[in-house]
């Protein structure tokens, strides 16, 4: 998923591009239940009501028939020459609506401007 605004997708505009990585849940929620299956099942169910900072689930959808969820805990950059290929062969899976746009920026800030905890300790520089 393309995480910059379309402002910065302009050809030259930018250096690098942000992308999440967009995983299908089946294999996903399988990779979780491998492990502890009660947390799992916590987990699980906390991803699909979109509980969890670092994930935004997706219903079922074309490309993802069984869900999906972007991983806001794997944002990578790529150049907009890649970017720009992938357009070029028509690879756009999906535009996201303007509730689904201000949905990502509200959970791109909860997930990066959370509060710490307080065992958190911070020593200042002088």
């Known amino acids: 998923m393309v995480i910059n605004t379309a402002c910065d ?4 505009r930018s250096e690098f591009i942000n992308v999440a ?45 069984d869900a999906a969820i972007v991983r806001l805990d794997m944002i990578s950059t790529i150049s907009p020459s890649i970017y720009d290929v992938a357009l070029g062969k028509g690879d756009r899976r999906a535009t996201l609506t303007m509730y689904g746009y201000y949905y990502l920026q509200m959970k791109l800030t909860r997930y990066f401007a959370r509060p710490e905890p307080a065992e958190v300790s911070r020593e200042t520089l002088e």
Do not use: G, W
């Open 9 to 12: 997708l302009q050809p030259l």
């Open 21 to 65: 990585v967009v995983q299908d849940f089946t294999p996903f929620a399988q990779i979780v239940m491998s492990k502890d299956e009660r947390k799992a099942e916590n987990l699980l169910r906390s991803v699909k009501k979109n509980e969890k900072d670092e994930f935004i689930y997706i219903p079922h959808c074309a490309e993802f028939p």
